[in-house]
């Protein structure tokens, strides 16, 4: 497996943190903390706060991710035919 978690410009304001499962078919490193160091390390090192996030509502592992990471639910959108769960992590101040 090659180091395939990265941070992508999408917009000016937006910034995208995803882990390439192409890269990993079997799951063979699923469930390892290996995303939830990742995400961990990015957290402690942007300060921006709030910070959003849109995975697909079907994505159940990277909603509990970001869950764990103390983003909350606002709302589900749908995107075309998909729909997305809305998140946010606020200010712990």
Known sequence: MSDDVRLRDVEETDLELFFQQEQ??????????????A???????????????????????????????????TETVRYGEHDHIMLVLRDEG
């Open 39 to 73: 995400l961990g390390l990015f957290l402690r090192q942007e300060r921006t706060r709030p910070l959003h996030a849109d995975p697909f509502a079907g994505n159940t592992g990277s909603v509990r991710l970001l869950e764990k990471h103390g983003f909350q639910r």
């Open 24 to 37: 990993d078919p079997e799951g063979e490193y699923w469930g390892r903390g290996i995303g939830t160091a």
